[in-house]
Protein backbone atom coordinates (compact mmCIF):
# COMPACT_ATOMS: atom_id res chain seq x y z
CA UNK A 1 0.00 0.00 0.00
CA UNK A 2 1.10 3.37 -0.78
CA UNK A 3 0.75 6.77 1.06
CA UNK A 4 1.50 8.74 -1.55
CA UNK A 5 0.44 9.20 -5.29
CA UNK A 6 0.79 12.08 -7.81
CA UNK A 7 -2.10 12.08 -10.47
CA UNK A 8 -0.86 14.08 -13.94
CA UNK A 9 -4.30 15.63 -15.50
CA UNK A 10 -3.04 15.83 -19.23
CA UNK A 11 -5.45 18.85 -20.61
CA UNK A 12 -4.84 17.57 -24.52
CA UNK A 13 -7.15 18.47 -27.82
CA UNK A 14 -7.14 14.99 -29.66
CA UNK A 15 -8.18 14.87 -33.40
CA UNK A 16 -11.86 13.17 -33.88
CA UNK A 17 -10.97 9.49 -35.42
CA UNK A 18 -6.96 10.01 -36.01
CA UNK A 19 -6.13 7.32 -33.73
CA UNK A 20 -2.32 7.48 -34.17
CA UNK A 21 -1.80 11.09 -33.71
CA UNK A 22 -3.98 10.64 -30.26
CA UNK A 23 -1.70 7.73 -29.53
CA UNK A 24 1.21 9.94 -30.06
CA UNK A 25 0.26 12.76 -28.30
CA UNK A 26 -0.66 10.20 -25.48
CA UNK A 27 3.01 9.02 -25.39
CA UNK A 28 4.08 12.42 -25.36
CA UNK A 29 2.06 13.45 -22.21
CA UNK A 30 3.08 10.61 -20.36
CA UNK A 31 6.91 11.23 -21.30
CA UNK A 32 6.95 14.89 -19.84
CA UNK A 33 4.28 13.12 -16.59
CA UNK A 34 6.81 10.52 -15.69
CA UNK A 35 10.07 13.21 -16.16
CA UNK A 36 8.13 15.19 -13.17
CA UNK A 37 7.56 12.78 -11.05
CA UNK A 38 3.34 11.50 -11.91
CA UNK A 39 2.54 7.70 -11.01
CA UNK A 40 -0.68 8.10 -12.85
CA UNK A 41 -1.29 10.06 -16.13
CA UNK A 42 -5.19 11.00 -16.62
CA UNK A 43 -6.20 11.84 -20.20
CA UNK A 44 -10.18 13.02 -20.96
CA UNK A 45 -12.41 11.04 -22.13
CA UNK A 46 -12.44 10.21 -25.75
CA UNK A 47 -8.95 10.82 -25.54
CA UNK A 48 -7.81 7.82 -27.86
CA UNK A 49 -10.12 8.29 -30.29
CA UNK A 50 -10.76 12.16 -30.31
CA UNK A 51 -14.46 13.27 -29.81
CA UNK A 52 -17.28 13.90 -31.16
CA UNK A 53 -17.14 10.64 -33.68
CA UNK A 54 -21.20 10.71 -34.98
CA UNK A 55 -21.83 7.93 -36.69
CA UNK A 56 -17.64 6.64 -36.91
CA UNK A 57 -18.69 5.29 -33.67
CA UNK A 58 -20.65 2.50 -35.53
CA UNK A 59 -17.89 1.23 -37.52
CA UNK A 60 -16.69 -2.20 -36.54
CA UNK A 61 -13.30 -1.54 -37.98
CA UNK A 62 -12.71 1.65 -36.63
CA UNK A 63 -13.37 -0.17 -32.60
CA UNK A 64 -11.23 -3.19 -33.81
CA UNK A 65 -8.47 -0.17 -34.33
CA UNK A 66 -9.27 1.32 -31.22
CA UNK A 67 -8.65 -1.91 -29.20
CA UNK A 68 -4.94 -2.66 -30.85
CA UNK A 69 -3.84 1.01 -30.67
CA UNK A 70 -5.20 0.96 -26.98
CA UNK A 71 -3.35 -2.24 -26.68
CA UNK A 72 0.06 -0.74 -28.16
CA UNK A 73 -0.46 2.00 -25.93
CA UNK A 74 -0.98 -0.74 -22.95
CA UNK A 75 2.56 -2.42 -23.96
CA UNK A 76 4.49 0.83 -23.50
CA UNK A 77 3.38 0.90 -19.98
CA UNK A 78 5.45 -1.99 -19.16
CA UNK A 79 8.60 0.07 -19.03
CA UNK A 80 7.76 0.95 -15.23
CA UNK A 81 6.55 4.62 -15.62
CA UNK A 82 3.27 5.88 -14.81
CA UNK A 83 0.05 4.09 -15.33
CA UNK A 84 -2.33 5.61 -17.76
CA UNK A 85 -5.91 6.34 -17.43
CA UNK A 86 -7.84 6.84 -21.11
CA UNK A 87 -10.70 7.56 -22.67
CA UNK A 88 -11.90 5.70 -25.79
CA UNK A 89 -15.48 3.85 -27.52
CA UNK A 90 -15.57 0.13 -26.45
CA UNK A 91 -16.96 -2.51 -27.89
CA UNK A 92 -18.62 -5.15 -25.64
CA UNK A 93 -20.62 -7.14 -27.60
CA UNK A 94 -23.53 -5.63 -29.39
CA UNK A 95 -23.37 -2.85 -27.02
CA UNK A 96 -21.17 0.24 -27.96
CA UNK A 97 -19.92 2.44 -24.45
CA UNK A 98 -17.99 5.86 -23.72
CA UNK A 99 -15.21 3.46 -21.49
CA UNK A 100 -11.85 4.49 -19.51
CA UNK A 101 -9.29 1.94 -19.93
CA UNK A 102 -6.20 1.74 -17.03
CA UNK A 103 -3.23 0.92 -19.13
CA UNK A 104 -0.67 -0.52 -16.63
CA UNK A 105 2.00 -2.92 -16.36
CA UNK A 106 2.01 -3.49 -19.92
CA UNK A 107 -1.23 -4.23 -19.93
CA UNK A 108 -5.10 -3.10 -20.12
CA UNK A 109 -5.49 -3.33 -16.10
CA UNK A 110 -9.16 -2.32 -16.20
CA UNK A 111 -11.99 -1.54 -18.09
CA UNK A 112 -14.80 0.98 -17.04
CA UNK A 113 -18.24 2.31 -18.60
CA UNK A 114 -20.28 5.38 -18.26
CA UNK A 115 -22.96 4.32 -16.03
CA UNK A 116 -25.48 7.49 -16.88
CA UNK A 117 -25.29 8.61 -20.47
CA UNK A 118 -28.65 11.49 -19.63
CA UNK A 119 -26.67 14.27 -18.08
CA UNK A 120 -26.64 16.78 -20.59
CA UNK A 121 -22.98 18.25 -21.56
CA UNK A 122 -21.34 18.51 -17.91
CA UNK A 123 -19.33 15.07 -19.32
CA UNK A 124 -19.50 13.28 -22.47
CA UNK A 125 -20.79 15.09 -25.75
CA UNK A 126 -22.06 12.08 -27.42
CA UNK A 127 -24.75 10.30 -24.65
CA UNK A 128 -27.37 9.53 -27.61
CA UNK A 129 -24.55 7.09 -29.36
CA UNK A 130 -23.31 5.32 -26.40
CA UNK A 131 -25.10 2.37 -24.15
CA UNK A 132 -25.12 2.80 -20.53
CA UNK A 133 -22.79 0.35 -18.41
CA UNK A 134 -23.59 -0.89 -15.35
CA UNK A 135 -22.36 0.53 -12.31
CA UNK A 136 -19.07 0.70 -11.94
CA UNK A 137 -16.22 -0.20 -8.98
CA UNK A 138 -12.88 0.96 -8.24
CA UNK A 139 -9.94 -0.37 -9.81
CA UNK A 140 -6.70 -0.91 -8.37
CA UNK A 141 -3.76 1.93 -9.38
CA UNK A 142 -0.14 1.31 -7.42
CA UNK A 143 -2.45 -0.07 -4.22
CA UNK A 144 -5.02 2.91 -4.44
CA UNK A 145 -8.24 2.12 -4.79
CA UNK A 146 -9.52 5.20 -7.82
CA UNK A 147 -13.23 5.37 -8.68
CA UNK A 148 -13.50 6.56 -12.31
CA UNK A 149 -16.53 9.22 -13.33
CA UNK A 150 -16.81 8.72 -16.95
CA UNK A 151 -18.40 11.88 -19.04
CA UNK A 152 -21.86 12.33 -17.32
CA UNK A 153 -21.35 10.46 -14.38
CA UNK A 154 -20.17 13.28 -12.71
CA UNK A 155 -23.08 15.20 -12.19
CA UNK A 156 -24.80 11.80 -10.94
CA UNK A 157 -24.52 11.56 -6.92
CA UNK A 158 -25.73 7.62 -7.64
CA UNK A 159 -22.55 6.60 -9.37
CA UNK A 160 -20.48 8.18 -6.91
CA UNK A 161 -22.03 7.15 -4.19
CA UNK A 162 -21.60 3.49 -5.35
CA UNK A 163 -17.85 3.77 -5.87
CA UNK A 164 -17.60 5.50 -2.54
CA UNK A 165 -19.62 2.53 -0.89
CA UNK A 166 -17.49 -0.09 -3.18
CA UNK A 167 -14.53 1.53 -1.30
CA UNK A 168 -12.86 3.97 -3.38
CA UNK A 169 -10.56 6.10 -1.88
CA UNK A 170 -10.43 9.06 -4.67
CA UNK A 171 -12.78 9.77 -7.54
CA UNK A 172 -11.14 10.89 -11.19
CA UNK A 173 -13.14 12.49 -13.63
CA UNK A 174 -12.00 11.73 -17.32
CA UNK A 175 -14.76 14.45 -19.19
CA UNK A 176 -15.10 15.83 -22.40
CA UNK A 177 -17.53 18.76 -21.86
CA UNK A 178 -17.95 21.72 -24.05
CA UNK A 179 -17.52 25.31 -23.44
CA UNK A 180 -20.82 27.08 -22.99
CA UNK A 181 -20.79 30.53 -20.66
CA UNK A 182 -21.15 29.47 -16.95
CA UNK A 183 -20.46 25.87 -17.93
CA UNK A 184 -16.84 25.35 -16.24
CA UNK A 185 -17.99 26.45 -13.19
CA UNK A 186 -20.88 24.31 -13.05
CA UNK A 187 -18.34 21.41 -13.75
CA UNK A 188 -16.37 22.46 -10.54
CA UNK A 189 -19.90 22.99 -8.31
CA UNK A 190 -20.69 19.44 -9.68
CA UNK A 191 -17.51 17.82 -8.66
CA UNK A 192 -17.80 19.79 -5.23
CA UNK A 193 -21.35 18.27 -4.64
CA UNK A 194 -19.76 14.29 -5.51
CA UNK A 195 -16.85 15.19 -2.85
CA UNK A 196 -19.35 16.90 -0.22
CA UNK A 197 -22.14 13.85 -0.62
CA UNK A 198 -19.06 11.04 -0.66
CA UNK A 199 -16.24 12.93 1.61
CA UNK A 200 -13.59 11.68 -0.87
CA UNK A 201 -11.39 13.72 -3.09
CA UNK A 202 -11.95 14.15 -6.31
CA UNK A 203 -9.69 15.47 -9.67
CA UNK A 204 -11.92 15.91 -13.15
CA UNK A 205 -9.67 16.31 -16.29
CA UNK A 206 -11.32 17.89 -19.55
CA UNK A 207 -10.41 17.61 -23.28
CA UNK A 208 -9.37 21.28 -24.79
CA UNK A 209 -9.79 22.48 -28.69
CA UNK A 210 -11.83 22.80 -31.32
CA UNK A 211 -13.86 19.73 -33.18
CA UNK A 212 -16.80 19.93 -35.53
CA UNK A 213 -18.91 22.07 -34.01
CA UNK A 214 -17.78 22.01 -30.46
CA UNK A 215 -15.21 23.73 -28.66
CA UNK A 216 -13.89 21.29 -25.47
CA UNK A 217 -12.32 24.21 -22.91
CA UNK A 218 -10.00 22.43 -19.97
CA UNK A 219 -10.34 23.98 -17.23
CA UNK A 220 -9.33 20.12 -15.83
CA UNK A 221 -8.92 20.59 -11.43
CA UNK A 222 -8.42 19.06 -8.11
CA UNK A 223 -10.46 19.42 -5.19
CA UNK A 224 -9.71 18.70 -1.64
CA UNK A 225 -12.02 16.78 0.62
CA UNK A 226 -14.59 19.03 1.85
CA UNK A 227 -14.71 20.39 -2.01
CA UNK A 228 -11.47 22.67 -1.35
CA UNK A 229 -9.77 24.06 -5.00
CA UNK A 230 -6.37 22.73 -4.86
CA UNK A 231 -5.57 22.50 -8.34
CA UNK A 232 -6.85 24.15 -11.55
CA UNK A 233 -5.71 24.38 -15.20
CA UNK A 234 -6.67 27.42 -17.73
CA UNK A 235 -9.29 27.52 -20.27
CA UNK A 236 -8.66 27.30 -23.92
CA UNK A 237 -5.21 25.79 -23.51
CA UNK A 238 -2.99 22.56 -23.41
CA UNK A 239 -1.66 22.10 -19.96
CA UNK A 240 -0.29 19.36 -17.41
CA UNK A 241 -1.67 19.94 -14.20
CA UNK A 242 -0.16 17.96 -11.30
CA UNK A 243 -1.72 17.19 -8.58
CA UNK A 244 0.20 15.64 -5.19
CA UNK A 245 -2.12 13.04 -2.98
CA UNK A 246 -1.09 11.65 0.44
CA UNK A 247 -2.70 9.47 2.58
CA UNK A 248 -3.41 10.42 6.60
CA UNK A 249 -3.90 8.96 9.67
CA UNK A 250 -7.48 8.41 9.16
CA UNK A 251 -6.37 6.42 5.63
CA UNK A 252 -8.06 9.92 3.99
CA UNK A 253 -6.21 11.64 1.28
CA UNK A 254 -5.39 15.47 1.04
CA UNK A 255 -3.09 17.30 -1.14
CA UNK A 256 -1.68 20.71 -0.39
CA UNK A 257 -2.58 23.94 -3.12
CA UNK A 258 -0.85 22.97 -6.52
CA UNK A 259 -1.05 25.07 -9.52
CA UNK A 260 -4.20 27.49 -9.69
CA UNK A 261 -5.01 29.17 -12.98
CA UNK A 262 -8.01 32.01 -12.85
CA UNK A 263 -10.24 31.01 -15.55
CA UNK A 264 -11.24 33.38 -18.08
CA UNK A 265 -14.85 34.65 -17.83
CA UNK A 266 -17.61 36.70 -19.86
CA UNK A 267 -16.21 38.47 -23.56
CA UNK A 268 -13.06 37.20 -22.57
CA UNK A 269 -13.93 33.42 -22.34
CA UNK A 270 -16.52 33.73 -25.45
CA UNK A 271 -13.91 35.33 -27.50
CA UNK A 272 -11.18 33.06 -26.51
CA UNK A 273 -13.72 30.11 -27.52
CA UNK A 274 -14.04 31.53 -30.84
CA UNK A 275 -10.27 31.41 -31.29
CA UNK A 276 -9.72 28.34 -30.54
CA UNK A 277 -11.91 26.56 -32.55
CA UNK A 278 -10.77 28.35 -35.66
CA UNK A 279 -7.47 27.49 -34.59
CA UNK A 280 -8.46 24.12 -34.67
CA UNK A 281 -10.47 24.07 -37.43
CA UNK A 282 -7.46 25.09 -39.77
CA UNK A 283 -5.29 22.99 -37.98
CA UNK A 284 -6.88 19.61 -37.94
CA UNK A 285 -8.08 20.38 -41.90
CA UNK A 286 -4.51 20.75 -42.63
CA UNK A 287 -4.64 24.09 -44.57
CA UNK A 288 -2.21 26.92 -44.36
CA UNK A 289 -4.75 29.98 -43.51
CA UNK A 290 -7.91 32.11 -44.21
CA UNK A 291 -9.82 34.28 -46.41
CA UNK A 292 -11.88 36.57 -45.31
CA UNK A 293 -14.15 39.06 -47.37
CA UNK A 294 -13.76 42.10 -45.97
CA UNK A 295 -16.68 44.67 -46.62
CA UNK A 296 -15.62 47.32 -43.71
CA UNK A 297 -18.78 46.33 -41.53
CA UNK A 298 -18.15 45.27 -38.22
CA UNK A 299 -19.15 41.80 -38.45
CA UNK A 300 -16.40 40.95 -41.74
CA UNK A 301 -13.90 43.36 -39.60
CA UNK A 302 -14.42 41.46 -36.12
CA UNK A 303 -14.14 37.56 -38.07
CA UNK A 304 -10.96 39.64 -39.21
CA UNK A 305 -9.15 39.87 -35.76
CA UNK A 306 -10.27 36.88 -34.56
CA UNK A 307 -8.52 34.95 -37.73
CA UNK A 308 -5.55 37.20 -36.83
CA UNK A 309 -5.37 36.33 -32.90
CA UNK A 310 -5.73 32.66 -33.88
CA UNK A 311 -3.38 31.95 -36.31
CA UNK A 312 -1.25 35.43 -36.69
CA UNK A 313 -1.46 37.83 -39.43
CA UNK A 314 0.75 36.12 -41.83
CA UNK A 315 -1.73 33.52 -42.28
CA UNK A 316 -5.12 35.64 -42.71
CA UNK A 317 -5.72 37.21 -46.23
CA UNK A 318 -8.34 39.88 -46.84
CA UNK A 319 -10.09 40.46 -49.43
CA UNK A 320 -11.99 43.47 -50.57
CA UNK A 321 -14.47 42.48 -53.53
CA UNK A 322 -16.84 45.60 -53.16
CA UNK A 323 -20.59 45.27 -54.72
CA UNK A 324 -22.52 47.95 -56.89
CA UNK A 325 -24.78 49.70 -55.23
CA UNK A 326 -22.55 51.78 -52.66
CA UNK A 327 -22.48 55.50 -53.23
CA UNK A 328 -20.39 58.60 -52.80
CA UNK A 329 -19.38 59.22 -49.28
CA UNK A 330 -20.78 55.60 -47.69
CA UNK A 331 -18.71 53.47 -50.21
CA UNK A 332 -15.25 55.68 -49.69
CA UNK A 333 -15.86 55.17 -46.13
CA UNK A 334 -16.57 51.32 -46.08
CA UNK A 335 -13.89 50.54 -48.68
CA UNK A 336 -11.01 53.63 -46.00
CA UNK A 337 -12.19 51.32 -43.05
CA UNK A 338 -11.66 48.06 -44.97
CA UNK A 339 -8.15 49.98 -45.16
CA UNK A 340 -7.89 50.47 -41.54
CA UNK A 341 -8.62 47.52 -40.46
CA UNK A 342 -6.11 45.39 -42.56
CA UNK A 343 -3.51 48.39 -41.22
CA UNK A 344 -4.33 48.31 -37.82
CA UNK A 345 -4.45 43.99 -37.98
CA UNK A 346 -1.41 43.46 -40.00
CA UNK A 347 -2.16 40.73 -42.24
CA UNK A 348 -2.61 41.53 -46.22
CA UNK A 349 -5.18 43.25 -48.25
CA UNK A 350 -5.92 41.92 -51.79
CA UNK A 351 -8.71 44.40 -54.32
CA UNK A 352 -10.64 42.26 -56.76
CA UNK A 353 -13.09 44.59 -58.80
CA UNK A 354 -15.91 42.53 -59.43
CA UNK A 355 -17.65 45.87 -61.78
CA UNK A 356 -16.75 44.04 -65.56
CA UNK A 357 -17.49 40.63 -63.94
CA UNK A 358 -21.32 41.51 -62.92
CA UNK A 359 -22.01 43.68 -65.92
CA UNK A 360 -20.96 40.94 -68.31
CA UNK A 361 -23.50 38.57 -66.14
CA UNK A 362 -26.34 41.16 -66.49
CA UNK A 363 -25.76 41.55 -69.97
CA UNK A 364 -25.55 37.80 -70.59
CA UNK A 365 -29.25 37.85 -68.59
CA UNK A 366 -31.02 40.89 -69.95
CA UNK A 367 -33.51 39.14 -72.18
CA UNK A 368 -34.52 36.76 -69.89
CA UNK A 369 -35.19 39.78 -67.54
CA UNK A 370 -36.77 42.17 -70.14
CA UNK A 371 -39.84 43.30 -68.72
CA UNK A 372 -39.49 41.83 -65.21
CA UNK A 373 -38.40 43.38 -61.90
CA UNK A 374 -35.41 41.71 -61.58
CA UNK A 375 -33.80 43.87 -59.11
CA UNK A 376 -33.34 41.54 -56.01
CA UNK A 377 -32.71 38.71 -58.33
CA UNK A 378 -29.55 40.67 -59.69
CA UNK A 379 -28.63 41.46 -56.37
CA UNK A 380 -28.71 37.85 -55.62
CA UNK A 381 -26.82 36.87 -58.65
CA UNK A 382 -24.25 39.62 -57.62
CA UNK A 383 -23.51 37.75 -54.16
CA UNK A 384 -23.60 34.61 -55.56
CA UNK A 385 -20.81 35.90 -57.99
CA UNK A 386 -18.68 37.68 -55.18
CA UNK A 387 -19.01 34.42 -53.21
CA UNK A 388 -17.70 32.47 -55.85
CA UNK A 389 -14.89 34.86 -56.59
CA UNK A 390 -14.00 34.53 -52.87
CA UNK A 391 -14.24 31.19 -52.66
CA UNK A 392 -11.73 30.57 -56.12
CA UNK A 393 -9.61 32.58 -54.27
CA UNK A 394 -9.28 30.25 -51.65
CA UNK A 395 -9.11 27.20 -53.13
CA UNK A 396 -6.21 28.59 -55.60
CA UNK A 397 -4.51 28.64 -52.55
CA UNK A 398 -5.87 25.87 -50.40
CA UNK A 399 -7.32 27.88 -47.59
CA UNK A 400 -10.17 28.56 -45.52
CA UNK A 401 -12.89 30.51 -46.59
CA UNK A 402 -14.61 32.16 -43.63
CA UNK A 403 -18.15 33.23 -43.24
CA UNK A 404 -18.79 37.13 -41.86
CA UNK A 405 -22.40 35.88 -41.02
CA UNK A 406 -23.30 35.75 -37.28
CA UNK A 407 -26.29 34.13 -35.98
CA UNK A 408 -28.84 36.71 -36.77
CA UNK A 409 -28.08 36.52 -39.90
CA UNK A 410 -28.26 32.94 -40.45
CA UNK A 411 -31.21 32.98 -39.05
CA UNK A 412 -32.99 34.84 -40.75
CA UNK A 413 -30.63 34.94 -44.07
CA UNK A 414 -29.61 38.10 -44.18
CA UNK A 415 -26.78 37.32 -45.50
CA UNK A 416 -27.69 36.21 -48.85
CA UNK A 417 -24.78 33.98 -49.63
CA UNK A 418 -22.29 31.71 -48.38
CA UNK A 419 -21.74 29.15 -50.41
CA UNK A 420 -18.16 28.17 -50.79
CA UNK A 421 -17.82 29.03 -47.46
CA UNK A 422 -15.76 26.05 -44.64
CA UNK A 423 -16.12 27.80 -41.37
CA UNK A 424 -18.35 30.15 -39.75
CA UNK A 425 -16.51 31.87 -37.02
CA UNK A 426 -19.74 33.87 -35.03
CA UNK A 427 -22.43 31.23 -36.49
CA UNK A 428 -23.85 31.20 -32.59
CA UNK A 429 -23.01 34.83 -31.88
CA UNK A 430 -26.09 37.75 -31.98
CA UNK A 431 -25.78 40.09 -34.14
CA UNK A 432 -25.71 42.93 -30.32
CA UNK A 433 -22.84 40.68 -29.05
CA UNK A 434 -20.49 40.95 -32.03
CA UNK A 435 -20.46 44.63 -31.06
CA UNK A 436 -19.73 43.76 -27.25
CA UNK A 437 -17.02 41.51 -28.22
CA UNK A 438 -15.35 43.78 -31.08
CA UNK A 439 -15.63 46.68 -27.80
CA UNK A 440 -13.97 44.15 -25.67
CA UNK A 441 -10.98 43.30 -27.81
CA UNK A 442 -10.16 46.81 -28.84
CA UNK A 443 -9.33 46.94 -25.15
CA UNK A 444 -7.95 43.90 -24.65
CA UNK A 445 -5.72 41.31 -26.03
CA UNK A 446 -6.96 37.63 -25.31
CA UNK A 447 -4.24 35.14 -23.50
CA UNK A 448 -2.40 33.10 -26.47
CA UNK A 449 -3.07 35.92 -29.34
CA UNK A 450 -0.85 35.98 -32.62
CA UNK A 451 -2.14 39.57 -33.51
CA UNK A 452 -1.33 43.13 -32.13
CA UNK A 453 -2.10 44.48 -28.65
CA UNK A 454 -4.61 47.58 -28.45
CA UNK A 455 -7.44 48.64 -31.16
CA UNK A 456 -7.94 46.24 -33.93
CA UNK A 457 -10.90 47.50 -35.60
CA UNK A 458 -12.34 51.41 -36.54
CA UNK A 459 -13.84 53.59 -33.51
CA UNK A 460 -16.03 54.21 -36.97
CA UNK A 461 -16.92 50.49 -38.08
CA UNK A 462 -18.19 50.48 -34.43
CA UNK A 463 -20.20 53.73 -34.40
CA UNK A 464 -21.55 52.79 -38.10
CA UNK A 465 -22.81 49.87 -36.43
CA UNK A 466 -24.69 51.59 -34.23
CA UNK A 467 -26.33 53.41 -36.04
CA UNK A 468 -27.24 51.18 -38.52
CA UNK A 469 -30.91 50.06 -39.01
CA UNK A 470 -32.21 46.64 -39.37
CA UNK A 471 -34.21 45.93 -43.21
CA UNK A 472 -37.57 47.58 -43.15
CA UNK A 473 -39.95 45.18 -41.33
CA UNK A 474 -37.43 44.32 -38.22
CA UNK A 475 -37.06 45.88 -34.99
CA UNK A 476 -34.04 46.93 -33.63
CA UNK A 477 -31.04 44.74 -33.43
CA UNK A 478 -31.29 43.93 -29.53
CA UNK A 479 -35.42 43.50 -29.94
CA UNK A 480 -34.45 41.41 -33.09
CA UNK A 481 -32.07 38.69 -30.93
CA UNK A 482 -34.48 39.09 -28.05
CA UNK A 483 -37.68 37.80 -30.16
CA UNK A 484 -35.57 35.12 -32.08
CA UNK A 485 -34.25 33.59 -28.34
CA UNK A 486 -37.48 33.71 -27.24
CA UNK A 487 -38.73 31.86 -30.25
CA UNK A 488 -36.47 29.84 -31.03
CA UNK A 489 -34.43 29.00 -28.09
CA UNK A 490 -37.39 29.70 -25.12
CA UNK A 491 -40.59 27.66 -27.40
CA UNK A 492 -42.49 31.02 -26.08
CA UNK A 493 -45.84 31.44 -27.30
CA UNK A 494 -46.54 34.91 -29.68
CA UNK A 495 -48.81 35.21 -26.55
CA UNK A 496 -45.80 35.41 -24.27
CA UNK A 497 -43.27 37.20 -26.55
CA UNK A 498 -46.06 40.01 -27.30
CA UNK A 499 -46.07 39.99 -23.57
CA UNK A 500 -42.20 40.76 -23.76
CA UNK A 501 -43.09 43.51 -25.55
CA UNK A 502 -42.79 42.61 -29.19
CA UNK A 503 -45.41 43.60 -31.59
CA UNK A 504 -47.91 40.83 -32.82
CA UNK A 505 -47.39 41.24 -36.47
CA UNK A 506 -43.58 41.36 -36.02
CA UNK A 507 -43.79 38.33 -34.34
CA UNK A 508 -45.31 36.24 -37.05
CA UNK A 509 -43.27 38.64 -39.50
CA UNK A 510 -39.85 37.00 -37.90
CA UNK A 511 -41.51 33.55 -37.60
CA UNK A 512 -42.26 33.37 -41.43
CA UNK A 513 -38.30 34.86 -42.52
CA UNK A 514 -37.37 31.64 -40.44
CA UNK A 515 -38.72 28.96 -42.29
CA UNK A 516 -38.74 31.08 -45.88
CA UNK A 517 -35.06 30.55 -44.99
CA UNK A 518 -34.39 27.17 -43.88
CA UNK A 519 -33.47 25.92 -47.57
CA UNK A 520 -30.76 28.35 -47.68
CA UNK A 521 -29.82 27.71 -43.30
CA UNK A 522 -29.21 23.86 -44.65
CA UNK A 523 -26.14 25.02 -47.19
CA UNK A 524 -24.59 27.29 -44.54
CA UNK A 525 -21.20 26.29 -42.91
CA UNK A 526 -20.31 24.78 -39.73
CA UNK A 527 -19.14 27.08 -36.79
CA UNK A 528 -18.29 26.69 -32.99
CA UNK A 529 -20.88 26.00 -30.42
CA UNK A 530 -20.28 28.92 -27.96
CA UNK A 531 -24.04 29.54 -26.33
CA UNK A 532 -26.52 27.41 -24.49
CA UNK A 533 -28.98 27.98 -27.16
CA UNK A 534 -30.83 24.93 -28.27
CA UNK A 535 -31.04 27.07 -31.77
CA UNK A 536 -27.10 26.95 -32.01
CA UNK A 537 -27.58 24.50 -34.70
CA UNK A 538 -30.50 26.19 -36.09
CA UNK A 539 -33.20 24.69 -35.68
CA UNK A 540 -34.67 22.40 -38.57
CA UNK A 541 -37.68 23.50 -40.18
CA UNK A 542 -39.89 21.30 -43.11
CA UNK A 543 -38.46 23.21 -46.64
CA UNK A 544 -41.22 24.28 -48.87
CA UNK A 545 -44.83 23.04 -48.17
CA UNK A 546 -46.02 26.86 -47.06
CA UNK A 547 -45.14 28.30 -43.64
CA UNK A 548 -47.03 27.43 -40.75
CA UNK A 549 -49.01 29.66 -39.32
CA UNK A 550 -47.86 30.71 -34.98
CA UNK A 551 -51.74 31.91 -34.41
Request: glycine share 10%.
Amino acid sequence: MTDRLSIALAQAGPAAGNLAANADLIRATRAEAAARGADLVACPAGALSGLPLLDLIAQPAFLDAVEATAQALAADTADGGPALLIGAPWRDGTKRHNAALLLDAGRIAAVRYQAETDRGEIGSTEDDRFDNGPMPGPVNVRGVRIGLLVGGDLASADVAETLAESGAELLVALLASPFAPGRADERVQAAVARVVECGLPLVAVNAVGGEDERVFDGGSFALAPGGRLVAQAPLFAEHLLLSRWERGDDESWSSSEAEMIAPAEGDEALYSALMLGLRDAVAKGGVPGVVVGLTGGLDSALTAAIAVDALGPERVLTVRAPLPGGEGEALADSLDDAAEIVELLGCRLDNVALAPVLKAADSLLAPAFAGRDSAAAADRLHARLRAATLAALAERMGALLLSTADRTDRLLVLVPEESGCGYAVLADVPKALVLDLARWRNGNQPAGSRGPAGRVIPERVLARRLKAATPVGLPPVEALDDLLGGLLDDGLSPGDLVARGHAAGTVESVWRMVVRAEADRRRAPPGPRVSRRTAARLRRLPVGGGVIDLA
